[in-house]
T-cell receptor
Framework: AQKITQTQPGMFVQEKEAVTLDCTYD???????LFWYKQPSSGEMIFLIY??????QNATEGRYSLNFQKARKSANLVISASQLGDSAMYFC??????????????FGKGTLLTVNP | EPEVTQTPSHQVTQMGQEVILRCVPI?????FYWYRQILGQKVEFLVS????????KSEIFDDQFSVERPDGSNFTLKIRSTKLEDSAMYFC????????????FGPGTRLTVL
């Protein structure tokens, strides 16, 4: 079974509008972390936002917020006031466990966001 | 702002040749990773490294792959005998290891095997 599922291969949004990118996850570990990364066409991976499984509040970072619904195992990324520069591939990722010697990330397949002027 | 660096940015090699991909993680980070992204696909975990040894490796990371931290700053990935299917973007990442600390990714090395 997929640990991270991103069901939207592509999304379109008008500039200045908000957009939600979906992510569902599967884990039996009570301690985990969820991350969103942006990959522009240049290829680098840019960290956007993090949500811990025990965090009481949804994470926010500027125009990015994470809609965390633990019971539904979803961690959707909301981008407000979209800009042309937001056009990129967006990956949801999960880190399972609370410590030890490994914090590896498992990634979803990504969603390609296109912002239209 | 500190960043992860990788060299070279692009490597072209012949099938069967050995390649070494180099990374300089952020200096106070303790955990190091290599990931791979075949063109158009998701990012896949290869190996994690902590305290001078491999802490976990994926099934992709077979005997053809090895990692090394030869000095206090570099972290290398060696592919002993490259195959066509090794063509991909290889990302190095590092983290401080605390819960919630994000992994900082390098810009990647695009490996093309001919």
């Amino acid at each position: 079974a997929q640990k991270i599922t991103q069901t939207q291969p592509g999304m379109f949004v008008q500039e200045k509008e908000a957009v939600t990118l979906d992510c569902t996850y599967d884990t039996s570990d009570p301690s985990y972390g969820l991350f969103w990364y942006k990959q522009p066409s240049s290829g680098e991976m840019i960290f956007l936002i993090y949500q811990g499984s025990y965090d009481q509040q949804n994470a926010t970072e500027g125009r990015y917020s994470l809609n965390f619904q633990k019971a539904r195992k979803s961690a959707n990324l909301v981008i407000s006031a979209s800009q042309l520069g937001d056009s990129a591939m967006y990956f949801c990722a999960m880190r399972e466990g609370s410590g030890g010697s490994n914090y590896k990330l498992t990634f979803g397949k990504g969603t390609l966001l296109t912002v239209n002027p | 702002e500190p960043e992860v660096t990788q060299t070279p940015s692009h490597q072209v090699t012949q099938m069967g040749q050995e390649v070494i991909l180099r990374c300089v993680p952020i200096s106070n980070h303790l955990y190091f990773y290599w990931y791979r992204q075949i063109l158009g696909q998701k990012v896949e975990f290869l190996v994690s490294f902590y305290n001078n040894e491999i802490s976990e490796k994926s099934e992709i990371f077979d005997d053809q792959f090895s990692v090394e931290r030869p000095d206090g700053s570099n972290f290398t990935l060696k592919i002993r005998s490259t195959k066509l299917e090794d063509s991909a973007m290889y990302f190095c990442a590092s983290s401080a290891g605390k819960i919630g600390n994000e992994q900082f990714f390098g810009p990647g090395t695009r490996l093309t095997v001919l």
